[in-house]
T-cell receptor
Framework: EAQVTQNPRYLITVTGKKLTVTCSQN?????MSWYRQDPGLGLRQIYY???????DKGDVPEGYKVSRKEKRNFPLILESPSPNQTSLYFC?????????????FGNGTRLTVT | GQQVMQIPQYQHVQEGEDFTTYCNSS?????IQWYKQRPGGHPVFLIQ?????EVKKQKRLTFQFGEAKKNSSLHITATQTTDVGTYFC????????????FGKGTKLSVKP
């Protein structure tokens, strides 16, 4: 089944403890992206990648890192999480880097930082 | 930076009533996409509009793209409880997918 898989679905951690949220897609998609969703603020882009080894900052990149070593994987890394990073995170992918490809979203990761 | 304004933020309707959400950009869009997110779920792609003045229908849903390609609307006729969720528009400002900007969404609740 074609899908974007994120793990974990839920994560509770403490301030400063490094964590990684994994994202993998099995559709051979070129483009991948991370969003965070907060009440009243909609979906805000954190980082995106147009291809392997190519990543760019989105609107809210502070406190996050990403890597794209393989086409299928695009992990989101929080080196030193803080409470303001408590949010619902979505990974998304699309077929190509151009503007006519719909985004396929993962099921989301709900992160709580205490 | 670029912004896509979406209104209303919330809409409560009685089942059978119509519903409309609007998106507006201050600058011309290359295209606009619409997504639906069910409660507890993830956004799911509904449709993409590309041409000026384009109108597309999916059963009870009608999507419009303005003549100037700066605004768009989603209209649902005779809402049903299955329509509950948050509807997002996402506007492209040309170039790569990195230039896709989401509106803040309209959360629709339907009272049976």
């Amino acid at each position: 089944e074609a899908q974007v898989t994120q793990n974990p679905r839920y994560l509770i951690t403490v301030t400063g403890k490094k964590l990684t949220v994994t994202c993998s897609q099995n559709m051979n998609h070129e483009y991948m992206s991370w969003y965070r969703q907060d009440p009243g603020l909609g979906l805000r882009q954190i980082y995106y990648s147009m291809n392997v080894e190519v990543t760019d900052k989105g609107d809210v990149p502070e406190g996050y890192k990403v890597s794209r070593k393989e086409k299928r994987n695009f992990p989101l890394i929080l080196e030193s999480p803080s409470p303001n990073q408590t949010s619902l995170y979505f990974c998304a992918s699309s077929l190509d880097r151009y503007y006519n490809s719909p985004l396929h979203f993962g099921n989301g990761t709900r992160l709580t930082v205490t | 930076g670029q912004q896509v304004m979406q209104i209303p933020q919330y809409q409560h309707v009685q089942e059978g009533e119509d519903f409309t959400t609007y998106c507006n950009s201050s600058t011309t869009l290359s295209n606009i996409q619409w997504y639906k997110q069910r409660p507890g779920g993830h956004p799911v792609f509904l449709i993409q509009l590309v041409k000026s003045g384009e109108v597309k229908k999916q059963k009870r849903l009608t999507f419009q793209f303005g003549e100037a390609k700066k605004n768009s609307s989603l209209h649902i006729t005779a809402t049903q409880t299955t329509d509950v969720g948050t509807y997002f528009c996402a506007g492209h400002y040309g170039g790569s997918q990195g230039n896709l900007i989401f509106g803040k969404g309209t959360k629709l609740s339907v009272k049976p």
